[in-house]
């Protein structure tokens, strides 16, 4: 796909399509989400083609190795093939997923996130103008 022999680790994430700016992703990496070969590095960090990158975000990780290395942001199909995720994290990701779906169903829906409907709104906003 691409002739590049390297690529800042916060592109790469972002064009790899695990973070929805490069902001992001540099926050992620400076925040310690991020490992390239078990290191813990920053933003600028070159990347190369057979580097084995862990990402955590949110209570999701991924174990994934880099296959082609891509500049800018592609469509997702593009995007999936530049890198391979290890079985081993497919599934532990898969079980974490259905963990979390089960907690959401145990919460009374009162205690679930959701927006409020208007007459929630209308309660929300005569308790605001009540305070002042």
Same mark, same amino acid.
């Given at each position: 796909m691409s002739e590049l022999n390297q690529v800042r680790i916060d592109? +790469? *994430? +972002?064009a790899a399509r695990f973070f929805k700016t490069r902001g992001l /992703? /540099? %926050? /992620?990496?400076n925040g310690g989400k991020v490992h390239v070969n078990g290191q813990r590095c920053k933003p600028g960090k070159e990347v190369k083609i057979g580097d084995l990158i862990s990402v955590?975000? %949110?209570?999701y990780? +991924?174990?994934v190795t880099v296959t082609d290395l891509n500049k800018q942001r !592609?469509? /997702? =199909?593009e995007a999936a093939a530049l890198y391979n995720e290890? =079985?081993?994290s497919i599934d532990? !990701? *898969?079980k974490q997923i259905e963990l979390h779906k089960q907690?959401?169903?145990l919460l009374h829906p009162s205690e679930r996130d959701h927006k409020p409907n208007k007459k929630q709104r209308r309660q929300i906003h005569r308790f605001k103008q009540d305070a002042l």
């Open positions: 592109k +790469w *994430l +972002w /992703a /540099a %926050d /992620a990496v955590t975000k %949110d209570q990780s +991924w174990q !592609r469509p /997702a =199909q290890d =079985q081993a532990k !990701r *898969l907690q959401q169903a």
